[in-house]
């Protein structure tokens, strides 16, 4: 069966940077797209990244454009999100999930607090 | 930027049926998506491209869109319906994005 497992989260300063990964099994890796959405706790759901299934194109929220970066080891099956110049608004659980136009398997999530 | 507007919520007795929309311009024209989220979990796909149920959803749970409205019915509700929706669709007009409705609360009477 297919398994998203995030880890990389914590409490971080502003202005500091973060690196959450994926890891997935259950499934081709190799073959998927993989998104990272997050969700400020008590609201709603935001996507922040996607990334295609070989890593040659990489689509951020404009939130986060100039300031995270996607990328993706297929030998490791493992999908990584660089965070770097963290804001307060920035905290929220992070979850990766598998897919391109629709996401069809999510992970538990990682949360990540940016608070001084 | 796309935006897509949904009810923050939608009570419903149990045994009834419940419609949770989603709202754009012409958003019949795009592709919706649809996921359940109870709380403390993950969110899971109960239905994709419009009105496909992927495997292990109940029947219960179908989608329509036309003209400037999609909809997720879920019908003869159960208690364990209860949860936060969110509808969702891939942006391509600009720059690609994908983008999520605000969330619609479902409170089973």
């Known amino acids: 069966q297919v398994q998203l497992v995030e880890s990389g989260g914590g409490v971080v300063p502003p202005g500091r940077s973060l690196r959450l990964s994926c890891a997935a099994s259950g499934f081709i890796f190799s073959r998927s797209s993989m998104h990272w959405v997050r969700q400020a706790p008590g609201k709603g759901l935001e996507w922040v990244a996607v990334i295609s299934f070989d890593g040659s194109s990489k689509y951020y929220a404009d939130s986060v454009k100039g300031r995270y970066t996607i990328s993706r080891d297929n030998s490791k099956n493992t999908v990584v999100l660089q965070a770097d110049s963290l804001r307060p608004d920035d905290t929220a659980f992070y979850y990766c999930?598998?897919?391109?136009?629709?996401?069809?398997?999510w992970g538990q999530g990682t949360l990540v607090t940016v608070s001084s | 930027s796309h935006v897509v507007t949904q009810p923050p919520s939608v009570s419903v007795a149990p045994g009834q049926t419940a419609r949770i929309t989603c709202g754009a311009n012409n958003i019949g024209s795009e592709t919706v998506h649809w996921y359940q989220q109870k709380p403390g979990q993950a969110p899971l796909m109960v239905v994709s491209?419009?009105?496909d149920r992927p495997s292990g959803i109940p029947e219960r749970f179908s989608g329509s869109n036309s003209g400037n409205t999609a909809t997720l019915t879920i019908s003869s509700v159960e208690a364990g319906d209860e949860a936060d929706y969110y509808c969702q669709v891939w942006n391509t007009s600009t720059d690609q994005s994908w983008v999520f409705g605000g969330g619609t609360t479902l409170t089973v009477l």
């Open positions: 999930a598998k897919g391109w136009e629709s996401l069809d398997h």
């Open positions: 491209h419009d009105t």
